[in-house]
């Protein structure tokens, strides 16, 4: 809920500076369509800025991962599934029903009527079936994990591969039954895909556009892709707002698409800004340059809201856990492992570096989520116990490193810098030698800890994508990593049996089976699940937040 504030006068800006206000913010996708007529009657119209921490990777979500491109890619896409206002769970959008087999690989899929993508596009089964086929048919560079991500992690293969662990992936084909009907076969179940399809990865996009602007004409190399122009110029979807321009760097702008299938917006124009650095974001809205943002400080909340701002919570559905790199022989030992979760106390962690209402883990995923255990093993805070294990290991001195990240904000860890202090004191108070390494977080800090052996403890976590327990856990321990430097065969056997599993009643067991053997195996120590923090200026009203960030603008109006 937004947080009641009082009024604030409004001040005159310096010349040159962008003059917003905002209004009403709500992100419906009614089922029941909306009134073409409303937009800009209610609100007058006007512009919306919202400050990003960066900017998009590209406007093709197909290729995307990242949250700031997925941000921008709900203002102009839909999917066939959504989510529930205010939750992770599934919901329809472009599909108004669906309907699963018994041997859970067929879904049929009944289309939304009289829906259109911006270039005029009909919406209707063959586009389904275009997209889907699509993304089965990449070849080459379009097949790396760092360009197509998602449909690599949930589809895990393609028509055609060179890679053989490529080629026997979930997806068998796609039929159109007839215009609003489309049929999905899979070649083996998984009780989580009609909740992946929420992912704007899988959103729909227009085959005419596809086609006219060679999508999937992209080149350079993993670390450096060149995308065409329909991932930068031309990105067709159905949402509430189309595409009017991208300045690199800067900020993308887009405008209200009248024929929207259901409430139409009320904004002429939303404009995503980046702004890199937590401080000039708050000083961007404070100089009402800017009418929200995302990713507030911990430390920025009571005195925003001093100031008349508003501060809204989005609901957590995240983990930060610290990481234990099993490469290091002194980690390799659990009794060690066990001693450095003594010796945490995870509430004055929180206290002292996250928002109010975060709330400590006990293992990798958080509680709303299928398979979250009520059993799991659980290391309370005990410097003595901890000083115990490390003698019984030999370990009495142990040194080790803790790397953690600088120049960062993430949902899971909004002040990496205070929470890297808390745990280093408690360490110590246990009698550990904390050596800290700090490194910028992008590319230093994940190459490090992604990318190679030489860490021992670090700070890391997951925002999850979707409702879903192999999005938390599956994420984390389904195949080996550098991250975590251990080769345990009968955990990923059996992430992967749950994985396959055809509904979710027959999931829950299983990863709460799983839960409760990471938590006795422990390759980290789960910390929290913080509250992330959006501000906004007193203009703006009813921003309904969701977990899994899917916050579409166009019930937003102007005061």
Known sequence: MVRSIGGRAAALLAAGALLVTAGCAE???DAGGGDASGGGEGGGGGTFVFAASSDPVVLDPAFASDGETFRVARQMFEGLVGTEPGTPDPAPLLAESWETSEDGLTYTFDLREDVTFHDGTTFDA??????????HGWTGLQQNENISYYYNSIF???????DPELEDGLYESCEAQDEQTAVITLTRPFAGFIASLSLPAFSMQSPTALEEFDADNISGSADDVRFSAYGTENPTGTGPFQFESWERGQSVTLTRYDDYWGDVAQLDTVVIQTIADGNARRQALEGEQIDGYDLVAPGDVQALEDAGFQVEDRPAFNVLYLGMN???PELADPR???AIAHAIDKDAVISQSMPEGSTPATQFMPEIVTGYSDDVETYDYDPARAQELLAEAGQSDLSI???????????????????FVAIRSQLEAAGITVNPVALPWSPDYLDRIQGSEDHGLHLLGWTGDYNDPDNFVGVFFGTPKNEWGFDNPELFSALSQARGLPTADEQGPAYEAINQQVMEFLPGVPIASPVPSLAFAPEVEGYETSPVQDEVWNGVTVS
Do not use: H, I, K, L
Not at 126 to 135: I, K, P, S, T
């Open 336 to 338: 060690v492992r066990q």
């Open 156 to 162: 895990q293969g393609f028509a055609e591969s060179e």
């Open 27 to 29: 992100s419906d996708r």
């Open 326 to 328: 099993q490469a290091v």
């Open 401 to 419: 490193d803790f790397v953690y990240p600088t120049g960062v904000s993430r949902p899971y860890m909004p002040s990496p810098e205070d929470t």
């Open 126 to 135: 063959a586009a389904v079936c275009a997209n889907f086929d699509r993304w």
